[in-house]
């Protein structure tokens, strides 16, 4: 019978966050697998556990050597506990090689739920919570990064980002050109830690901040994109988006609802856009 691989959330930066599950697991394990063998030393020594079983790496540079012989040990029966330097793993940490080799050997995965840095800072940020999307590091070459960023200049959820902290000013300013200077973002340094920090305003102004330099670990919420206003609508790109719908097979007065809503618009606007655009022909 195969074993199990256990994903375990770590605290971010407080221990005294991390759930009892966690230490327990940590004591019983087969084998730890850890992004930081020397930051997993510091956490069990906090929480008082000894671990029992085999520790080994598990980091970006040797994740995918690795992952076939973690595969290996669970198909043997071996409990795996995969840790990563803090949150959740596989958001934006290792794991979801190793979570993919084991699905497709049909090895059972689970999870012992933990503190994530994206839901905190999204929590204390003051902004929409209702609908949001998780964005991840962006490109470091600042071409890539403005190109990356403007891809989703009129997404209208909450997004968020990770930063490092010598990146930021230069990613704030970036997004103050992409989004616009007057967004309202926040910016959440050293979550739970000591130092814990959570700046918010206007992009421009966020970005000013950051110039001076800032240090520690970086969470940024960035308000989604307003609603567009109806005066400032196209009725050509209205009854563009209704034929689009109609050449899917959406009948028109459904494609016309459909069209109302996600433009924030009354369906009379759409309508008498498709009309103009028919006169026009």
Not at 106 to 127: K, N
Not at 196 to 216: H, S, T
């Amino acid at each position: 019978m195969s074993g199990t691989l256990v994903l375990a959330g770590t605290p971010i930066g407080d221990p005294e966050d991390a759930p009892p599950r966690l230490a327990a697991e940590l004591a019983s394990a087969d084998v730890i697998a850890a992004e930081d063998t020397r930051r997993l030393r510091r956490l069990t020594a906090a929480l008082g556990v000894t671990p029992a079983g085999r520790i080994v790496s598990y980091f970006e540079g040797n994740e995918t050597a690795r992952t076939p012989e973690l595969v290996d040990a669970l198909a043997e029966g071996s409990r795996v506990l995969l840790v990563t330097d803090a949150g959740m793993p596989s958001v934006s940490d290792p794991g979801y090689r190793l979570v993919a080799a084991a699905v497709e050997r049909d090895i059972r995965v689970t999870a012992v739920p933990g503190p994530s840095a994206v839901l905190t800072a999204l929590a204390l940020s003051g902004l929409p919570v209702d609908r949001f999307c998780f964005e991840g590091f962006l490109p470091r070459k600042s071409g890539e990064r403005l190109s990356r960023l403007r891809e989703v200049a009129d997404e209208r959820r909450t997004l968020v980002y990770f930063e490092a902290p010598h990146r930021l000013a230069d990613t704030l300013t970036a997004m103050a050109e992409a989004f616009g200077a007057d967004r309202r973002a926040a910016v959440c340094r050293e979550l739970t830690k000591t130092y814990e920090e959570v700046r918010r305003g206007p992009l421009k102004d966020l970005a000013a901040w950051a110039a001076d330099g800032v240090r520690g670990e970086i969470t940024v919420v960035v308000a989604g994109a307003p609603a567009p206003s109806p005066q400032e609508l196209d009725p050509a790109e209205l009854a563009r988006r209704v034929a689009v719908r109609e050449s899917a097979g959406e009948a028109r007065k459904a494609a016309i609802a459909a069209v109302a809503t996600e433009a924030s618009v009354p369906k009379r606007q759409v309508f008498d856009a498709v009309v103009a655009a028919k006169t026009a022909r």
